[in-house]
């Protein structure tokens, strides 16, 4: 007999996680992990733009949300994944070029998990999730998981200055 309500206890919490693992995005993420990829600010495009930041022009998403090169990434591949991932969400999508981008700079690599990160001048693009707004940089210059993290300027190159000292900054607006 314990043996049988065992059985169906597991069998119960095997269904109840096949059933709530189905609620899920077009992204085939759970509930709870499209959740967190929209608070880290995950966009509804792949738009990649320019804006005025404190540390020059750089990219940006299209709710104005920072974009970082990883300096562990090479020949356009994409190392993050996992832990890194969660991080450092890659920007997925389709690449659509807004204001201040040279559209020939983008470009898609294919991630370990299958989905297309968008690239821009050779380069996988991340978010920071401790970026909480639009025009936050503190994942400027970071070294999370083995190497740097940069900005980019529209050019697609790195840009190393540090980034403002959180007193001198305007709620990390631009």
Known sequence: MRNRAGTTAAVTVGLLAAVLGGCSDDSGSGGTASAAASASGSPASGTVAAASSPLGTILVDDEGRTLYLWEADTSSKSTCNGDCAT????????????????????????????????????????????????GDTNGQGSNGFGAAWYVLDTAGNKITKAPPSPSSSNNGGY
């Open 87 to 134: 991080a450092w969400p890659p920007v997925t999508g389709k690449p659509v070029a807004g204001k201040g981008v040279k559209a020939s700079l983008l470009g898609t690599t294919t991630r370990d998990d299958g989905r297309k990160e968008i690239t821009y001048n050779g380069h996988p693009l991340y978010r920071y999730a401790g970026d909480t707004n639009a």
